[in-house]
């Protein structure tokens, strides 16, 4: 089992910059590829953007494309996202999710952060 915890949501006006976090506890951390998704109200879940492991590779959804940027750090079993140039459109509750090591789907979810922009 893998537990998810997302931090660092909230409020901040259009333009503005905020970094969430995701911090794991249990099984191996370092060998999952890792992703963000997001819903806004009324929406479906959208894809932000993943970090594989082991060769990190990463990719973003379109509408984030160099505004956006994720990391990890497997030391700390945590993994970040850097939002810039926040847009309202933003506004969601940002997940995160974890792969099983054996099937590659996302099977382990945090309970979500809200991210809210104002313009």
């Known amino acids: 089992q893998v537990q998810l915890v997302e931090s660092g949501g909230g409020l901040v006006q259009a333009g503005g910059s905020l970094r969430l976090s995701c911090a794991a506890s249990?099984?191996?951390?370092?060998?999952?590829?890792m992703g963000w998704f997001r819903q806004a109200s009324g929406k479906d879940r959208e894809f932000v953007a993943a970090?594989?492991?082991?060769?990190?590779?990463?990719s973003y959804g379109d509408s984030v494309k160099g505004r956006f940027t994720v990391s990890r750090d497997n030391a700390k079993m945590t993994m970040y996202l850097q939002m810039n140039s926040l847009k309202p459109e933003d506004t969601a509750v940002y997940y995160c999710?974890?792969?099983?090591?054996?099937?590659?789907?996302?099977?382990?979810w945090g309970q979500g952060t809200q991210v809210t922009v104002s313009s």
């Open positions: 970090i594989a492991w082991p060769s990190d590779w990463i």
């Open positions: 249990g099984q191996t951390f370092r060998q999952r590829g």
């Open positions: 999710a974890a792969k099983a090591t054996t099937t590659g789907q996302y099977v382990y």
